[in-house]
């Protein structure tokens, strides 16, 4: 039997990969293609009062101009262009022609006439009793209204809140204003949890905004051939992707045919693809011409998404063993002029798992500012939770003498661990599973914590290294995804997948899972993918870490359902009953009587033969409308398995990231540098293990970036943005990585999910962010800093001066 | 320059192959910026060197050899990061050495030696060392930043065969990858390293 499962693999697309053949959004060509140029908004808040394009229409070569009036109505949903830019960088009109130097020539004949508005880019001057706002009719996103039974949840209502001049009364001492929160839950008995506790910490920290920043920018090129719109988009999840080209469009999902092969990484601020790509799509049906969008770095800083940013302050008791007795957690997240995003509610909910206070409350405002639109950015929410809440964990562990790890694995969850408020049912959610603090203990061991504290916090002439650990904590899998797979009269396994080709390799690592139930060779396995024109199943955004749990159990049901319709046409043709067969060497055969059997190639012909469920004809009934449609169109290739999961689980999956860090600052220039990294998975099974482990570096190095220089910048006085290129936005370079970097997984299953497998592209980020913040306090002191990243001024000007010198509250600095 | 009647058809006949249309930056004719080849200008039509193969192109004075390599010679593997030299997505060999194309005029290549990574494998399809492990290694996740680092790491290793991870490291510094395993990145071209020295 081929176990697939666990081991390392040459992706089918690597050499296309190293010859430079594979094929991106921009890589593709039509004859008579156009290019597009946009005209960004220079103001943070305006309305466009008049647009005047008669001299860029009357240049040679200028084949049509899009405007907002030309996109359908989102109902006040973000789109593509605006007649009311709410951030400097927003598209407001697109022009096609000939080519780009022309469309760029173009762009500035037109005359736009805007009026400018009141604009904000700072949250907490949105809540000032007399601050502005981003928007005209308000300033915050209130609590989303429950959903109906079984509905999604409605979507958060706009509203105006204003703080009053005594909430903002503790402004001076640099902790976080509490004005009234929109949003809010709490379990435990907070008053007696800080009354039992031998210490309470109050402090308060800003977690930064960063920009995605992909390698490959949101690029796209659309036309249209015979009432059907073809695209080439960048996107996470190509299944998904469709259904909302075709709402950002107004056209019925069945008329999109998305091509996206391969994706140019996405980070979350691709999730579902991008709102833009409507540009290129309406503006190619308008030019009635093919039309190429090339977006620049620039553009990309402006539009191509950037994390929340979150000010946060927590309170917190703990026994004089360092057990978390109550927590207050209040989070004023930026979403920037769109939104609402939901980073603030995991970042509650994460703080309460990988702290399990026994009494917690969690407030928050959701504040929107004129500053570049924000999406999830990996680890969305439970990253920034890390930066608020490890200082304060870091500061009390010291006050009480207590080791650092010792202090984190005490108050780490383990088993069906509880976490987040007591819901409508009296009770409150629990994890899947929880291996944290075999995770920690593996770590520590491989790091060599013990040894190296011993080390930590002496000078060395100007140099002072010091070591951290923090548990990175995510979301790690969703349920209810469908599959297809055909096994086909040349003897080949099919499975078709919804998944975006973003790099994870999850894309294929799916299928390993079909074939290994199945007893298939891999080489003998075709995946299809990219193109929603080659018929792909109902698949899960590949955002949240949900993709290797949520689309292994739905390839593992589909691959049971193949086999079962192996052993009944076996039994249907051979005799006796279905259970008397087995599958195995691309064969279905009588148990105990190998010769009596059917091989894989015979038993796909004979399933067309018969039809009905056994070539597709037949569907189940609760599967996806996309997934029916796809299996219909494929019906009638061989024996289809194809099923919706609906394996059990109890709990909410998570999964986690531990890491440990070593650095050494110099005191005398205040700079940083990492030493060496260690990380280690609690993430379920391993499907693929070279792969897990760049994940887990990657999403790390990600952590560690934030905490050392990654960062948006926007000046407040004119509202633009400044981190609009990469030397700006200073994200890590080869240079800035450890010499030694280690990371594995503990590799215990999840027991709720029937291959075992859980989620690993967000946890290490959080693990990276914290781990480093540690270590450097653990150099130079815990109360040196209190916002990310923490560059060497901040470090230097402390040490200085003998206490924290940054700006205590202000964002985006 | 002179050539001969039956060379520049050729060369416009092999152009025009491999991109249908071969003139997306510059439609001649009615478009506002046509820039022709007056007296006393540059010459617009040159020959250059890629891969290996003459290939004749016509080249707007401004242009840089990225946007010339992927929109008129078809050669896309060369990608675009951030058009202003500071992600290295772009980086081609010219005469060995590595240089970010976006920042390369093409009529300054004229005559020298441009390879992209669609010219590191042997025609027969054969894998160069470095390819061969960088697939051996799965160095790289969505791979944009690959072509750049993989010509950024085959000119350095030709200056120093047999480097450090420290001092290859610094070699390809001028690379960005937002997916960030670098220490993988490392070790895969470390193996090319290794391969190349073998081979």
Redesign the interface.
Known sequence: MPKLVGQNYVPVDHVAKVTGRARYAEDYRVDGMLFTKLLLSPMPHARVRSIDTTAAMAMPGVRAILTADDLPDLEGAERGLTNEPMYAGEPILAVAATDELTAAEAIERIVVDLEPLPFVTDPLEALRPDGPSARLNGNAWGAPPPGGPGGPAAPAPLETIKWTAEDFGDEESGRLPMGKALEEWAFGDLDAGFASAAIVLDETFVAQSSGHHPMETRSAMAYWQNGKLFIHASTQSVAQTRGNIARWVGIPPEDVILISEYTGGGFGSKGGGAVSTSIPCLLSKKANAPVMMRITREEESYIGRARTNMTGRAKVGFTKEGRITALDLFIVQDTGAYGPLGDHRSAGLAASLIYQPAAMRWRAVNVLTNTPPRSQQRSPGPMQANGIMEPVITKAARQLGIDQLEIRRLNSPEGKALFGPVLPTGQRNHVTSAFVKEALDRGAERFGWDERKTRTGKRQGSKVRGIGVTVGPHGAGSIGWDSIMTIRPDGKLYVQSGVGNLGTHSVLDLARVAAEVLDMPWEKVEVVWGNTGNHLPWTCLSVGSQTTHGMTRANHAGAMDAVRKLKELAARDLGGAPDDYEVGGERVFRRGNPGRGMSFAQAGRRAIELGGRFDGHDLPEDINPMTKASATALAGLGLMGVAKDTYPRDGITYGFVIGFAEVEVDVETGGVTLIDFVAVGDVGTVVNPRSLVAQIKGGACLGIAHALFQKSVVDPRYGVSLSDRFHYSKPLSILDIPASMHAEAVGLADPETPVGAKGVGEPPVGAGYGAVMNAISDAVGEDVFRRAPVTSDIVLMSLENGRRMHAPLQAHV | MSLSRRTFIKGVIAGGAV???S?????G?????GQTSAPGSVERLITLVVNGQQRRVDALRQETLAMTL??KL???????????A??G?CTVLIDDVPHYACSVLTHSVRGRQVR???G??SPTGE?HPI?RA???E?G????????GF?MAATGFLKTNPNPT??EL??G??G????????????TALMRGAEYMRGA
């Not at chain 2, 690379?175 to 490392?186: A, G, H, T």
């Open positions: 991109a249908s249309s003139a997306y930056l510059f439609r004719g009615g478009s506002l910026l992927r929109y078809g050669l896309t593997g060369t990608k675009l990061g951030c058009d202003r500071e992600c997505a992209t990574i669609e590191l494998a894998l390819q960088v697939v051996d799965q790289f996740q969505c791979a944009f930043c690959l072509p993989v991870r420290e490291a610094h390809i510094s690379n960005l990858c937002r997916c960030q395993d670098y220490d993988k990145i490392l």
